[in-house]
C-alpha cells in the first residue's frame, strides 16, 4: 500500500470528507471535498531505509459566499486527523498552518479553494 493510499483513506475515515489526487478526472461531489498532492523534492537512504521528507498539500473546495468558518473548520480538522493517523512510519512535523491561499476557483465561480500545506517524514517503503 502506498503513502497515498494509507494517508487519503485515513482522511476520509476521520474527517468524512472525500479525498481525490490533484489531477483527479472524474467528476467531483458537491462541496466540501479535498484534493491533494505530495511534494517530496528529497528521498534519502537511511540505513537501508528510505526516508521521504515533503509537503502535503491539501486544496479544500467549499462553497462560496458562506464566510471562512467551515474553510476553517477543515483545517482544524485535518490537523486532529493527521495527529490520530496510525501510519506507524509518518511523522508529521507541523500542525495546524493557516491556509496557504484563498481564492476563486477559476473553472467553477460558485467554489472558494483554500490550500492547506503540512510536512511531513516519513520512514521505510513508500
Known amino acids: 500500500m502506498t ?3 494509507l494517508l487519503t483513506g485515513q482522511i476520509r475515515d476521520l474527517t468524512g470528507v472525500n479525498v481525490y489526487p490533484v489531477d483527479y478526472k472524474g467528476s467531483l461531489p458537491e462541496p466540501p471535498y ?23 498539500i491539501f486544496q479544500g473546495y467549499f462553497d462560496s459566499g458562506f464566510g471562512q ?16 493517523l496510525s501510519v506507524s512510519n509518518l511523522i508529521i512535523t507541523s500542525y495546524g498552518m493557516v491556509p496557504v491561499s484563498r481564492k ?23
Open 69 to 84: 468558518s467551515e474553510p476553517f473548520d477543515m483545517l482544524s480538522t485535518l490537523s486532529k486527523a493527521l495527529g490520530r
Open 34 to 56: 479535498l484534493l491533494v498532492e505530495f511534494l517530496t523534492p528529497k528521498v534519502n537512504s537511511l540505513y537501508q531505509e528510505e526516508v521521504v521528507v515533503g509537503q502535503i
Open 104 to 126: 476563486e476557483d477559476s473553472d467553477t465561480k460558485s467554489l472558494s479553494r483554500y490550500d492547506y500545506t503540512f510536512n511531513f517524514h516519513f520512514y521505510g517503503e513508500t
Open 3 to 5: 503513502l497515498y493510499n
